[in-house]
């Protein structure tokens, strides 16, 4: 199973872009969701997550009051909306579901490239 990850982009700082993850073979409900980033010469980080039911979100302090996830498990689909962006942001985001604990464990997507332009 894969997920998949669109809607990164070129934009400019300040700007906004809104990424999706969807996976047609995955029943999302079941699975504490999350967005990472990993930019070049960087460790991937966890940038937030939701739990099952949509509450509880956790954002990285560098993205708080810019960045929401919201998930629709109906349509198995999780969102991702950035704002503000900044130099800094840019990075290629994954999308991924928590097994258990453990993310490595889970299921990842492949990844989408927001570049931002200062």
């Known amino acids: 199973v894969q997920l998949q990850a669109f809607g990164g982009g070129l934009v400019q700082a300040g700007g906004s872009l809104r990424l999706s993850c969807a996976a047609s073979?995955?029943?999302?409900?079941?699975?504490?969701m999350g967005w990472f980033r990993q930019a070049p010469g960087k460790e991937r980080e966890l940038v937030v997550s939701?739990?099952?039911?949509?509450?509880?979100?956790y954002y990285a302090d560098s993205v708080k009051g810019r960045f929401a996830i919201s998930r629709d498990n109906a349509r198995n689909t999780v969102f991702l909306q950035m704002n503000s962006l900044k130099p800094e942001d840019a990075a290629v985001y994954f999308c991924?579901?928590?097994?258990?604990?453990?993310?490595?464990?889970?299921?990842w997507g492949q990844g989408t490239l927001v570049t931002v332009s200062s």
């Open positions: 939701i739990s099952r039911s949509g509450g509880i979100p």
């Open positions: 991924a579901a928590k097994y258990g604990n453990s993310w490595s464990s889970g299921f």
């Open positions: 073979e995955l029943n999302f409900r079941p699975y504490v």
